[in-house]
């Protein structure tokens, strides 16, 4: 207690030293909570552009980064002057400054981006398969927004279940024509950027599971998983019925079209059908009878078929009506894009759709299902 009013000098260092503790204490407690407070920084959303160079060869690339949930991103990477060529990122991750972002397999290949946001730049590492790049973007907007939604669509053949994914374009037509894919494994990287692109052209999307590569003669999977997707699309409402197509890769194409009757699809697009014999090919004539207008397409670099003559026996089956059309790419892969290589000068040349792949698809969009 104080004497007369005055406190004693031991008493006051002893004040002092736990005032000091105490400051020390309340440092020590907001280290340890991790607020320094400084502001934590929005996430880098925005149009970003910039020029990605491999070995002397340069193509611009846009980036459109959006906010879709609290701290997720999601994402397009595009290449203008290459024209289909949007790949969408649903699995954007980002840690201040690191950005980083996927696509494997299918086009324009393997693709790994990472990199730092410095303010409005993002400048990091691009890779193409083995092939490296630094880049430098910019962000010169906000972000366009998506074309098209993505709905679960629950689909049930027999005691299966699988949730299907359409993709349905924002626009304001109030029912859409709809394209049913079916891809195989061998390909199903690329189903999610082809179902967008078709988004893109007006055209809604159901993109299901993968076909196996290789089915069965007695396999009735794939009859039934498109039976199922015709019946779903029936009862929605933003789905023109009596528009309804059909895109199936490889094998599982073979028992569809058995049944193409039951459902009748308004066209359909045959991918890389492999026929090894004039007998196998017969089942297609039944496209020909029921006047289903059907555009084939082959690529000459698909290791899983034999393009020409497969092409050829097709051709012969399904006939020249009207609608009919069978194609064959020569020298393009399995995603229908001429492989990037190195030429004598050693410049690189970056993948791109084979010539008239694009403008062929498109031109039957219009005239069998859009018009």
Known sequence: MPVNGFVSFPRLLSWAAQGRALAVG????TACSGKSGKPALPLPTGHFEGPVTIQG???RAALDLREVAP???QAELSFPAVPGMEVPLNEVHYTEPQLHFEQQGGFPGHVTVNAIREGDFLRGSFLLDSLRAEFVWVRRGPAAPRQYQEQAVRLQAGNQRQIATLYLPEDTVARHPVMVVLPDSVTSAVGPARAAWLARQGVASLLLAPAASKNAPTDSSARQWVEAAFSALRTTPTIDTARVALW????AATQVVKSVARPRPVGIILEAVPLASAAEAQAYKALSRQRIPTL???AGADDAVDARQSARRL???IGYGRGNAVQVY???NAYFLLPG???TAGLWSWPYFAPGYVQDVEQWLQQRLIK
Do not use: D
């Open 71 to 73: 701290g997720k991103l």
């Open 315 to 317: 051709r012969n089956a």
């Open 341 to 343: 290589s190195t030429n």
């Open 26 to 29: 309340c440092l020590l407690l």
């Open 296 to 298: 084939a397409l082959y």
């Open 248 to 251: 199936v890769r490889g094998t």
């Open 330 to 332: 020569l020298k393009a």
């Open 57 to 59: 060869t340069e193509l």
